[in-house]
């Protein structure tokens, strides 16, 4: 990958979250490892999708990224500087290029705003338009989400779950950023509008020139929409690359797990589906396992998967190209 092509680098990025104590006289303290060294790239016009199971602490990455969340260690560089060492208003100047779109569209909208408020805000704040400007500037957003130029009057409470969702797309695209975080954009909307909204996001990364970090656990929603994946469990990511490569020949135990649980549209396919079962519960963030984070649940555990913390291995198709990366000791 090109260093020049490169939009946003992680190296090594680290969040933890302290517990609170529950014994007075206890001197250790624990933390939640919710992201413990990491380490991507995305380059220009890109989507990397990052997938994996519920608390595995892909949202996180996201958030740490935006330094919603400060980071504990690592880097997070964009565009030639890292976000970390900002001051509070460097930063907040960096916001014009780095958006996210949230989770829950009910939540994410201020409910005592109207469409025209919640989209002008961020122009009016950064000042990049005329106060007599930002009205037009929303209907031109209006138009781009595919939403009705009347609705710039209305309030949250008025739109139905998926409508919502595009005013959380405009409000993102308002001050023209080159980068955003989608954090399950998807997820708490209904099936039927679902495919729409993917949709309309892919069409505005071609039109706009966008670069993605699209967060996701539904693995066929990310294939479609990403030109990477990025897999996570407990903290870490376990395999890295190309979307279609990752799924038709996925190499890390976890991923083979996970990818074995989508069903398949078609019924003769679906009853040849194999399913890979994986005994035991998810280990807690607090006290991870030594070594390899999925050791206690993989069936081709080893004795050095609880020695060490296996790296990323490069793994070659039969032409001998690089296809994919796996942190995983079987290719070791």
Known sequence: MAEQDILLKVEHLKKYFPVKQTKLLTKKRNYVYAVDDVSFAIRRGETLGLVGESGCGKSTVGRTILQLYRPTGGRVIFEGQDLAKLSPEEMRMMRQNIQIVFQDPYASLNPRMTVNEIIGEPLDIFGIIPKNGIRERVLEILD??????????????????????????????????????????I????????????????DLKHELNLTYLFIAHDLDMVRHVSDRIAVMYLGKVVEIGGSDELYNNPKHPYTQALLS???????????????IILEGDVPSAIHPPSGCRFRTRCPHAMEICAQQTPEFYRITD?????SHQAACFLYS
């Open 318 to 322: 039969g032409d001998g190209t690089h």
């Open 187 to 202: 997820s708490a909307l209904d099936v039927s509008v679902q495919a729409q909204v993917l949709n309309l996001m892919v």
């Open 144 to 185: 781009t989400v595919g939403l009705d130029r009347s609705f710039a009057n209305r309030y949250p409470h008025e739109f139905s779950g998926g409508q919502r969702q595009r005013i959380g797309i405009a409000r993102a695209l308002a001050l023209n950023p080159s980068f955003i975080v989608c954090d399950e954009p």
């Open 261 to 275: 649980a989508v069903p398949k549209p078609d019924p003769k396919s679906e009853r040849k589906r194999v399913r």
